[in-house]
């Protein structure tokens, strides 16, 4: 086993999502999956794949997603406050701050649908 390669988040607007994380996130498009969702790229050797609700259901591996979703992403201890003034720059509502037992910390945060996201800085998890 090597790590989680990709995964997966359900929205409503396809194109308003790519928006929001390459405008945001600083994410690229690797793939546009042709009207089913898009590919892009959230870091070395990751992809995160954006699939309109409801449009994998008649593929040959069938798949869906509903409701608010969690995904964290990592990021230095030092990039931690200039994400935090960024994100407030973007009028995006920081919904909490926690420092963790091993002194990692986390900005939650939430993207256009709704998905609960996390930037997660090493000490966060005894692996991380």
Known sequence: M???LESSLYVEDVERSV???ESVMG???MTDLGGRGTAMEAGPRQVLLLFRKRAS???ETPHDGDGELHVAFAIAAEDLQPWETWLRE????IEDKKTWSRS???LYFRDPDRHLLELATPGVWPNY
């Open 57 to 59: 259901i008649a593929i």
């Open 90 to 93: 973007q009028n995006i509502e």
């Open 19 to 21: 928006h929001f994380y």
């Open 27 to 29: 994410f690229r498009v």
């Open 2 to 4: 090597d790590g989680i």
């Open 104 to 106: 990692g910390q986390s």
